[in-house]
């Protein structure tokens, strides 16, 4: 068992700096109010205090990326559903990614603006994939104009927030249409071109959006390194940096066969986004099922063809169980916050080893040359938010695996081996609360499937 834990620093930002302070105000104010606290002044200074800093840090905003053209035929209440699961889980809204050419994206924009407005408090905006056809700039125009007074709009200084997948060799056509718009406000994914290209074109954009949320090819972790150039390149203007939970895509049909490393993923990029303090958090994906980076309850009928073999039977939404502490302190700027949700843990695992058959031609990462069998590590991951030290059993075929939390934060994380000798159920226990997972086997039917399971309790 390898304990991968956080720190229990604050950034060392203005915002992070006054948090430390008002941290050590409620300490002072919880002892002077263990006595008398005549008319309860002190417990009321204290009240400001954290409004004060709620207001604060509530610039700092997360979005969920969507996948439009998935949608053909949605009714309003998926989209009614979907804003609900992801407000509670701290969500602030949708970044609407739409393709050109896809015949139902009027309906179903429509239907997401009317949802969000609907719901309250939860924002939208579209993200124009340039990657699957070409956008003319009436199209874009058209699209903005309808909706840029619309109340679930997502407005910075009082202008819609746009931005894309891809892109740059459209970048010239975006004055075009800050004119016949009457301005936007553009964070552009422009990832192909990394930080330097896009640090080349900043007089056209407002920030830049990094869809770099994997580990490369050959790497098992994650390197935020990349983060810190765009930061730094970007200056004044904004950033938003992309969170994953999970890749893994075998989809013949567009030539897509690969796995990035995600055992601690969702853990480690949570935790350079308190390192790197972004402007903006964007959750690659809220439900892009044949990538493997959904979060969202498995709608069966946007599962691409093909991708049912890796996601049926795989759910992840698990993974928003631990995102109201996370969001919480990636907007106070402190890793030592409280939340409105309660204790949770959760874990995430293959239901094979990587070796249990073959390895389907998976490759380890996009564009990489040795087996997703070399990369993946046989471990169930666990990710738990407990207030203070709690008792943690992981059951893998019968054995139990014990853990004791109650580290420096509320956030811990670990990991438990298993082999081709460890089969059979999966069993989370949180304080005595269990939730019983799918079984890991020492076979497969076809090809080894590297996509995980997730459960929570």
């Given amino acids: 068992m390898t304990e991968i834990s956080s720190q229990s620093i604050c950034r060392e ?79 602030d809204g949708f970044a609407l990614n739409i393709g050109p050419s896809d015949p139902w994206t009027a309906e179903q924009l429509k239907l997401a603006y009317d949802a969000a407005e609907e719901a309250s408090d939860f924002v939208v905006f579209p993200s124009f994939d340039m990657a699957c056809g070409e956008w003319s700039v009436d199209q874009v125009v058209d699209i903005i104009n309808q909706y840029k007074n619309h109340a679930a709009q997502m407005t910075v200084d009082g202008k819609p927030f746009v931005s894309t997948f891809e892109g740059p060799g459209w970048a010239d056509n975006w004055l075009t249409v800050r004119e016949r718009t009457g301005d936007i406000f553009l964070i552009p ?44 390149v970007l200056g004044e203007k904004k950033y938003m940096m992309g969170v994953s939970p999970y890749f893994y895509t075998n989809l013949p049909q567009w030539n897509k066969n690969w796995y990035s490393s995600s055992e601690s993923l969702w853990h480690d990029r949570w935790q350079q986004v308190m390192d790197i ?55 106070a700027g402190c890793r030592e916050v409280d939340s409105k949700g309660g204790d949770t843990a959760i874990a995430w695992y293959r239901t094979t080893p990587a070796r249990a058959g073959s390895d389907g031609g998976t490759q ?74 799918p079984e890991i086997r020492n076979h497969c039917e076809d090809h080894v499937c590297f996509n995980s399971v997730a459960i929570q309790v």
Wanted: charged share 20%; hydrophobic share 35%; aromatic share 10%.
């Fill in 13 to 91: 930002t203005n915002t992070t700096t006054e948090m430390g302070l008002l941290d050590k105000l409620n300490s002072f104010i919880d002892e002077a109010t263990s006595g008398p606290d005549h008319g309860g002044f002190l417990s009321k200074f204290k009240e400001h205090l954290n409004k004060r800093a709620t207001e604060k840090g509530d610039s700092r905003k997360v979005f969920a990326h969507y996948m439009v053209g998935l949608t053909l035929g949605q009714p309003l209440d998926v989209w009614e559903h979907d804003i609900k699961t992801a407000k509670d889980a701290g969500i």
């Fill in 277 to 331: 303090m972004p402007d903006y958090v964007q959750i690659i994906t809220w439900n892009d099922y044949g990538e493997s980076s959904y979060i969202c309850d498995t709608v069966p009928s946007q599962i691409v063809q093909g991708a049912d073999k890796f996601v049926i039977n795989y759910p992840h939404s698990a993974f928003r169980a631990v995102l109201p502490y996370l969001i919480a302190a990636y907007k």
């Fill in 189 to 232: 994914d422009w990832s192909s071109i990394g930080p330097y290209g896009v640090g080349e074109k900043l007089d056209i954009i407002d920030g830049a959006f990094s869809w770099d949320a994997w580990p490369k090819a050959g790497q098992h972790r994650i390197n935020p390194d990349e983060d810190k150039i765009y930061k730094n």
């Fill in 364 to 437: 380890w990462g996009q564009g990489g040359c040795e087996s997703a069998a070399n990369a993946a590590r046989d471990v169930v991951s666990v990710m738990a938010v407990t207030r203070h030290p709690s008792d943690i059993i992981v059951v893998i075929g019968g054995r139990e695996h014990h853990i004791r939390t109650g580290g420096e934060t509320p956030l811990s994380y670990y990991e438990i081996p298993f082999d081709y000798t460890m089969t059979g159920p999966v069993v989370l226990v949180l304080n005595g609360k269990a939730i019983w997972g």
